[in-house]
């Protein structure tokens, strides 16, 4: 009897289990490709219209008035467009018969021209056609001789019944998807408030605020995206449309509408539909240079609009990179075919937008996405600027667990103090929005800070309250100082250690009266400024001068513990201060100075911590 397989590690046995869902996934969207195309085209329309319904209802309109109306009219414009290209497409048709001597002899011209491998070919070509022809001539001449004229007599009646059903059935399964289409449009522009709570419920339960960032996201990006490139693709199909009619190329409001329509498709949507005037430009004029102008019109109205008009148009509103979005086109197209292709860019936008935010996706954000996932502390940042408190409260709450923890304030809280002041608005730059984001902040550390701990830490606490605090800190230049020092607060006063934070808009003689005032034995000195560094010699030696007794701790939170290793240690030797790059450093090093000793052999195991002094502060 063979032996079970056994899986060396969980790792494997996971990475199998990803992989059959991900088989069951794509079996499922091949299997209910009839099912899903119109849901998810209708989805589209519905984000292309929603801004437009907005704005109706906002205006005063009743939802269902504004949405039949906006769906009414849109449809109407779909409809009026398909009948000129039914109607130009027809007249294109009865028209080719007058250029039959004309592409005759353009055929005749290219077979004779220069001596050449296409010379060559190009009468190979013409040979290999002719004997095609004489071969399928003789076989109908055959067939016709060999079986007598069959003559059938049908009633008037039954003959117009046939006729109309073999007319009609070929419509009958488009015209019942665009109806389907239609109320499917209509039903989620009713009812798309009502779907997205749904929505959120089904998929985020116990993620709401992630999963209400990934949704807005992806409405957003899509909407927008949809709408900008319908604008851009109209104003190309304008410009080709005019090009066109002074060129002289027949029926040009058809290949216009037929551009605007698949310039949807990636890259390759533009050159099938300039493959069509540039062949019917051959076939109509006598000469090379018209055709030769039709195709240098598509190029330079196709590389200015990608390089000038789309950048600032667009600009990443998919967040794809042009490799995904190929890589998309080619998988989508093999999935659902020619309808794929055409949702090819929207889906996999919405598959790198759930992957800045899921793990389980976050794959898909890393292969996919133009630019990197977005960090969290971004995300949060991003929140606190729109003034979506609440909402940042969520994604903090379902992060941290409702507590700040000191991994927490690693993780999360320092990384977007290092971003606010660092990448997003370094120096003085846009000071009222910092100053709002920082006051927010202060309202979500105050909410997440721990409860006061129980037994001796929390006596030594009410003791301390009562007396000068243990811990001084103070900030160096900005506001981001000060809100790093209120996280180092409020996580010793969980180890019930009582800490004070100076306002950072205090002057130095004010700071010197607070100081005296404090009776302050330790100070930490907080910097977030990456460029605040090599200054802080200045402000250390101002606190030797102002407290020659007291502790002097320098805390540097955007510098690299490893990377900046010597100028740490030219700050320790040169100024005897305890210099630390992280949270973690710090309360490690606090802890010690500020906690009272402990009774001998009151400590775990009978021996007493050590406790830092300046000198040990140098290693």
């Avoid at 205090?506 to 009776?519: S, T």
């Avoid at 802080?536 to 510098?559: H, Q």
Wanted: charged share 15%.
């Amino acid at each position: 009897m063979p032996e079970a397989v056994e899986f060396k590690t969980p790792s494997e046995l996971r990475k199998l289990i990803h992989l059959a869902y991900f088989l069951l996934v794509l079996g499922t969207l091949a299997w209910a490709k009839d099912f899903l195309l119109p849901v998810a085209f209708a989805g589209l329309l519905s984000l292309l219209l929603t801004p437009t319904v907005s704005w109706l209802e906002s205006r005063g309109f009743k939802r269902v008035v504004a949405v039949l109306s906006v769906v009414a009219i849109a449809f109407i414009i779909i409809g009026v467009l398909c009948a000129v290209v039914s109607t130009q497409a027809l007249d294109l048709i009865n028209s080719v018969p007058k250029y039959r001597s004309n592409i005759v002899a353009r055929w005749e011209s290219l077979q004779h021209g220069p001596p050449g491998p296409f010379s060559v070919a190009m009468q190979n070509v013409s040979d290999l056609v002719n004997e095609l022809g004489k071969v399928s001539a003789s076989a109908a001449d055959a067939q016709q001789q060999g079986q007598p004229t069959k003559v059938q007599i049908v009633g008037s009646g039954e003959g117009l019944l046939a006729l109309a059903r073999n007319s009609l059935t070929p419509l009958v399964g488009p015209v019942t998807e665009g109806v389907i289409v239609v109320l499917l449009v209509v039903f989620m522009l009713l009812e798309r408030q009502r779907i997205r709570r749904r929505f959120l419920r089904l998929v985020g339960h116990s993620h709401t605020a992630m999963t209400t960032l990934a949704v807005d996201e992806a409405g957003t990006r899509l909407s927008g995206f949809l709408r900008a490139q319908l604008q851009v693709n109209s104003v190309f199909a304008l410009a080709v449309g005019i090009g066109l009619y002074f060129l002289g190329i027949p029926n040009a409001v058809l290949w216009a509408v037929l551009t605007m329509a698949l310039r949807f498709l990636p890259y390759v949507g533009i050159w099938i539909s300039a493959a069509f005037p540039i062949l019917l430009s051959i076939a109509t004029s006598t000469g090379w240079m018209t055709p030769v102008l039709t195709l240098g019109l598509y190029c330079i109205l196709e590389v200015s609009t990608n390089n000038v008009v789309e950048p600032i148009v667009l600009g990443g509103s998919t967040g794809m990179s042009p490799l995904a979005v190929i890589t998309a086109a080619l998988f989508w197209t093999w999935l659902w075919g020619g309808i794929g292709l055409v949702l090819a860019t929207p889906l996999t936008a919405c598959l790198v937008v759930l992957g800045r935010y899921f793990p389980a996706f976050h794959f898909c954000s890393i292969l996919l996405a133009s630019e990197p996932p977005t960090a969290m502390e971004v995300k949060l940042v991003r929140l606190l600027t729109e003034n979506r408190i609440a909402e940042a409260k969520t994604l903090l709450h379902e992060i941290t667990g409702a507590r700040l923890t000191l991994e927490t304030a690693e993780e999360v809280l320092m990384p977007m103090i290092r971003t606010i002041e660092n990448e997003l608005f370094p120096g003085s730059a846009s000071k009222q929005v910092k100053a709002r984001i920082y006051q927010q902040m202060r309202e979500l550390i105050d909410e997440l800070a721990p409860p006061l701990p129980s037994g001796p830490a929390e006596a030594n606490l009410e003791q301390a309250a009562s007396e000068p605090p243990a811990l001084v800190i103070m900030p160096f230049i900005t506001e981001g100082d000060e809100i790093v020092g209120q996280v180092i607060e409020v996580l010793l006063r969980g180890e019930g250690v009582n800490a004070h934070v100076l306002s950072g808009k205090m002057l130095r003689a004010e700071k010197q009266e607070r100081f005296k005032e404090l009776q302050a034995t330790t100070v930490l000195l907080s910097s977030i400024d990456v460029k605040s560094a090599p200054a802080v010699d200045n402000m250390v030696r101002f606190l030797r001068t102002t407290l020659p007794e007291a502790t002097i701790l320098v805390g540097l939170w955007s510098l690299p513990h490893k990377g900046a290793a010597r100028l740490i240690r030219r700050l320790r030797e040169s100024l005897a201060v305890g210099v630390y790059t992280n949270l973690q450093q710090a309360l490690r090093g606090i802890l010690p100075l500020v906690l009272p000793a402990p009774p001998e052999g009151g400590a775990e195991g009978g021996v007493r911590p050590e406790v830092a002094g300046p000198a040990q502060l140098l290693l």
